[in-house]
C-alpha cells in the first residue's frame, strides 16, 4: 500500500473500528477518534517532508483500472494544489476533535461522522480520476447532514436539508458537465482526469462553455459564490462549532480546488467568461462584507465573511495569471486558518456564556485576556493586516487582477475597508468599555482550548511574517498550470 493509500483509508479505518466499539464507553471512543485523526495528522505531515516541491509534475502516484470500459481508476496523486489542502483537512479535523469534549449527546455516532467527513475530504484532494473525486465528493454530504441535523442549534433541520439540497443540486451540473466532456473522451486511454483534459480540446467553443458554466454552478455552490450561497449562513449558525471549523476551514475549499481544476481543463472557455467571473468575485466580496458588518450574531457575521472572502479566491481564479492564481492557492489556506480560528473561539466564547450576540459583551479583556489575545489576532488577520497569512494572500489577489484588470480593482480595496470596519467593531464591542454583571465570571481559555487555537492563530502568523516555505509549496505546480493556461489561449 503506498502512503497516499494510508493516508485516505486511516479514518476509514477508524470509522471500523468505532463502528464495534460498544456506544457506552464514551472515553474509548474519543481516545480511538482522536488518535486516528492524529495519526492522519502525522501521515500529511510525513508527506509534507518527502514532497518535491520543485517538481510540478503529479507525485506518489497510485493507478489501479476499476473499470477499463469506461476508463475509471483509482487512481491517487498529489501536487503543489493538493498538498497544502491535504494539511490542513488532517489538522483541522484534529482541531475540530479537540473542540468536541462538549458534545455529551450520541457521541459513538458523532465521532463515526467526523472520521468519514475527513475521509471523504482527503479523497477529494487525493483523487486524480473525475469518477473517484465525484464518488468522494458525494461521500462528504452524508456525515454533513447527520452532523448539522442531529448535533446542530434549534434550526437545524432546515440547515442539513438546505445544504445537501443545494449541494445535492449542484453536484448534478457537475456530473452533467463531466459526462459532457466524457462523450469526447473514448478513444483515449488513462486515467479520467487525464483523459478529460485531453478530450476538453477537441470540444467545441459553445459546448467548452456551457461545460464550464456547470462546473460554476457545481464547485460555486460548494465555494460559495453568489448568488449560490443560500445554504451556507444557516447552515454556519446552527451547525456545532467543530463543524463550523470544517464546513469553513476545509468544505469550501473543495469547491475552489474543482474549479481550479475545471479551469485549468478548460481555459479557453474561462477567458471567454473572464469578465462575468470577475463580476462575481468583485460582486461578492463587496455583498459579503456589507452583510457582515450588519450582523449582530457573532456566528452568522463570520459566515458573511466567508462569502466575501471566497470572492477573493475566485478573482485570483479569473486572473488566469501566475500571481493571481497564487493568491487565490494562498487565500485557500489563509482563509481556512482564519476562519476556522474564528469559528472556534465563537464556540468556545458560547459554551460559556449561552450568547452570540454582540452586544451582549464587553470588556472581556479583564475577564479573559488569553481568549482576547487570540481573537484579536485572528479579527486583524481576517481584514488583511500586514504581518498576517490573510494580507500575503490578498496583496497576490490584488496584484494579479491589477495586472489583468487595472483600475476594477478599486471594488477590491473597498472591500478590504469594509472587512476592516467590522474587524475593529468586533473588537471594541467585544473587549472595551465596563465589565457587565454576568460576563464576570466567565472561565479563560484551558489548556487543550488554547493548544487548538494556538496552533491556528500560530499558523497566520508564521505564515504571515515567513510567507516562502507556503508560496513555494504551491510555486511549481501553479507554474505549470499558468504555461498550460498560456499555451492554449495562444
Given amino acids: 500500500m503506498g502512503i497516499l493509500s494510508l493516508l485516505l483509508w486511516t479514518p476509514a479505518a477508524g470509522v471500523l473500528l468505532l463502528a464495534f466499539t460498544p456506544g457506552q464507553n464514551t472515553r474509548i471512543i474519543r481516545i480511538l477518534a482522536n488518535l486516528f485523526t492524529t495519526l492522519a495528522f502525522l501521515l500529511s505531515c510525513w508527506l509534507l517532508t518527502l514532497y518535491d516541491q520543485h517538481n510540478a509534475a503529479l507525485q506518489f502516484g497510485e493507478y489501479f483500472p476499476l473499470n477499463p470500459n469506461l476508463g475509471s481508476a483509482y487512481a491517487l496523486g498529489i501536487d503543489g494544489l493538493s498538498m497544502p489542502m491535504l494539511i490542513l483537512a488532517t489538522l483541522l479535523t484534529s482541531i475540530a476533535l479537540l473542540a468536541s469534549f462538549t458534545v455529551s449527546s450520541s457521541i459513538k455516532g458523532y465521532h463515526i461522522c467526523i472520521l468519514l467527513l475527513e475521509f471523504g475530504m482527503l479523497g477529494v484532494f487525493l483523487a486524480q480520476d473525475w469518477a473517484l473525486f465525484y464518488i468522494f465528493w458525494e461521500v462528504t454530504l ?43 473522451d473514448l478513444e483515449h486511454s488513462g486515467s479520467l482526469m487525464t483523459t478529460m483534459h485531453q478530450a476538453a480540446q477537441d470540444m467545441p467553443r459553445y459546448e467548452q462553455i456551457l461545460v464550464l458554466l456547470g462546473f460554476l454552478i457545481g464547485f460555486g455552490v460548494k465555494m460559495p459564490i453568489f448568488p449560490l450561497h443560500g445554504w451556507l449562513p444557516l447552515a454556519h449558525v446552527e451547525a456545532p462549532s467543530p463543524i463550523s471549523i470544517l464546513l469553513s476551514g476545509i468544505l469550501l475549499k473543495m469547491g475552489a480546488y474543482g474549479l481550479i481544476r475545471a479551469v485549468t481543463m ?47 479566491v475566485l478573482l485570483g481564479i479569473a486572473t488566469l495569471n501566475e500571481v493571481g492564481m497564487t493568491g487565490a492557492v494562498l487565500q485557500m489556506t489563509a482563509h481556512g486558518l482564519i476562519a476556522a480560528a474564528m469559528f472556534l473561539l465563537v464556540g468556545l466564547l458560547y459554551e460559556r456564556t449561552h450568547t452570540r450576540n454582540i452586544k451582549d459583551y464587553s470588556s472581556l479583556v479583564q475577564v479573559m485576556p488569553r481568549f482576547t489575545l487570540f481573537m484579536t489576532l485572528t479579527l486583524l488577520a481576517a481584514m488583511g493586516l500586514p504581518g498576517s497569512v490573510g494580507f500575503i494572500a490578498e496583496l497576490h489577489a490584488l496584484i494579479g487582477g491589477f495586472q489583468q484588470w487595472g483600475g476594477l480593482m478599486i471594488f477590491f480595496s473597498i472591500s478590504i475597508l469594509i472587512s476592516a470596519a467590522y474587524a475593529m467593531r468586533t473588537i471594541g464591542l467585544l473587549f472595551t468599555g465596563p465589565v457587565k454583571p454576568q460576563m464576570q465570571k466567565i472561565a479563560d481559555l484551558n489548556t487543550p482550548e488554547i493548544l487548538a487555537a494556538g496552533l491556528l492563530v500560530a499558523g497566520i502568523v508564521l505564515f504571515g511574517l515567513l510567507p516562502a516555505p507556503l508560496i513555494d509549496l504551491s510555486a511549481a505546480t501553479i507554474a505549470q498550470i499558468n504555461q498550460q493556461i498560456s499555451q492554449r489561449l495562444l
Avoid at 159 to 174: D, E, K
Wanted: proline share 3%; aromatic share 14%; glycine share 10%.
Fill in 142 to 184: 452524508i456525515p454533513l447532514f447527520f452532523l448539522i441535523g442531529r448535533w446542530g442549534g434549534k434550526r437545524r433541520h432546515t440547515a442539513s436539508l438546505n445544504f445537501v439540497l443545494y449541494t445535492m443540486g449542484g453536484s448534478v451540473f457537475m456530473l452533467v458537465s463531466l459526462l459532457a466532456i466524457s462523450q469526447y
Fill in 266 to 312: 478548460l481555459p479557453e472557455a474561462a477567458h471567454i467568461l473572464q469578465p462575468f467571473l470577475v463580476f462575481l468575485a468583485l460582486f461578492g466580496m463587496l455583498y459579503g462584507g456589507l452583510l457582515a458588518w450588519r450582523q449582530s450574531d457573532l456566528k452568522a457575521m463570520v459566515a458573511y465573511s466567508s462569502v466575501s472572502h471566497m470572492g477573493i
